[in-house]
């Protein structure tokens, strides 16, 4: 099946008719398709399959029981009414780059493996890479039975709902220790790329980011009748956070983001009692990072004072800065510079399956251009041009990595 095909058959599965985009969350009927599209890619090359203890899928080319395998891919979940190739072109590139491959001959010497990694997008319990994390250690296992959904399901019981034993979830490390060296490739989520012309790019860094949770508790009260001068609306505090975010975020040369906000009673014709936002926000370095939070925390804490408002902040999540490792980059470079075109290496603000096994074996990445820069969005695109293209240079680097 080529590239092609296998982006055919995959691209309606989690598709939403209304908005365009994909609604692929984790634990749902439509990642239930998604995994039975990456298993029959596996089984109809001959790759041995399994689901490890975590929920993540691999398909092995030769024993992956010798350890210092190669291995490849991403994952297929989406945001809400995310675009098609966040993680799906890293899942697609890897079968297609298998398969150009055998169409060379290549004699392989290390065992070669792809995985589809599971709730990296963390849609729907507010926490990223939760398969990664889980895997390498960085997500207990108490931490991850408290995750709940918008509508109360637990992980586990979601987990258990879609056919998967959540007793078993936890540190993986003799999976890990299968690994020589892990390589992402994936969309690029920003314009880098196509401001410099080039195809394919080499991830250097990623940036240190995380999650925060902002509680802005007032009073209820009748929208109508309550004087502007009574009121304990906790929106104002709010909104106001928000334009110092941006501020805060303009100054330091970083981005932050309130996406995500949820209000109680959420009546139109209420004063909330409850508003509750989720704060996105990422930096270069750990310095710029902290200075941003700080700043915005400080505004918030500010404005809720101002307003007559409580205010509660808790750190969800947090990813510190990611290098990747300086000689699988390196070889990257060497085996992608051949043609005589120094390939560009750039830094990225996006978190990834990559960055969370960084701390345990070997990682790299690789970008495909993005001619809009647009991502989790239904906007997101890549000419297929430039995919065959990451399909070729995904294919050396395997060759150079896992083949004599």
Aim: glycine residues 12%; proline residues 5%; negative net charge.
């Amino acid at each position: 099946m080529t590239f092609h095909e296998m982006w055919a058959e995959l691209l309606p599965i989690g598709r939403s008719p209304e908005s365009g985009g994909y609604r692929r969350y984790a634990w749902t009927g439509a990642d239930t398709d998604c995994r039975a599209w990456f298993r029959a890619q596996a089984e109809a090359r001959g790759l041995a399959y399994e689901v490890d203890r975590n929920g993540n899928q691999w398909a092995w080319y030769g024993d992956p029981a010798r350890g210092d395998a190669v291995v490849t891919g991403s994952h297929l979940d989406s945001v809400p009414d995310g675009g098609a190739y966040d993680g799906p072109l890293g899942v697609v590139s890897a079968f297609a780059a298998l398969d150009e491959l055998r169409a060379r001959q290549a004699e392989f010497t290390r065992p070669l493996g792809i995985v589809n990694f599971g709730d990296e997008e963390g849609a729907r319990f507010g926490l990223a890479c939760v398969g990664s994390r889980l895997t390498a250690g960085q997500l207990t296992r108490e931490k991850a039975y408290a995750l709940r959904d918008a509508d109360g399901i637990t992980l586990p019981q979601a987990m258990e709902a879609a056919g998967h034993d959540p007793e078993a979830i936890g540190p993986d490390p003799e999976r890990l220790a299968r690994i020589g060296a892990f390589v992402e490739l994936h969309v690029e989520q920003g314009r880098a790329l196509d401001l410099t012309g080039d195809r394919i790019g080499i991830a250097s860094a990623i940036w240190p980011h995380g999650r925060w949770r902002f509680d802005f508790r007032g009073e209820a009260n009748h929208a109508g009748t309550t004087r502007l001068a009574d009121r304990r609306d906790p929106m104002l505090s709010y909104a106001e956070t928000v334009l110092a975010a941006r501020r805060e975020a303009e100054l330091a040369g970083a981005v932050a983001t309130f996406g995500k906000i949820a209000v109680e009673p959420n009546g139109v014709n209420a004063i909330p009692s409850l508003v509750r936002g989720w704060l996105d926000a990422r930096a270069a370095d750990q310095a710029a990072l902290d200075t941003v939070v700080t700043a915005v925390e400080k505004a918030a804490g500010a404005y809720a004072d101002r307003y007559g408002i409580e205010l509660a902040v808790a750190r969800e999540s947090f990813t510190p800065v990611v290098d990747f490792e300086d000689a699988l980059r390196d070889e990257l470079a060497r085996v992608l510079g051949r043609a005589g075109s120094p390939v560009p290496v750039l830094g990225t603000g996006a978190g990834h399956d990559a960055g969370i096994l960084s701390g345990s074996v070997p990682t790299a990445m690789l970008f495909v251009r993005n001619p809009t820069g647009v991502s989790h969005s239904p906007a997101e695109f890549a000419a297929e041009d430039d995919c065959l293209a990451g399909v070729t240079a995904l294919a050396d680097v395997l060759e150079g990595l896992a083949c004599r």
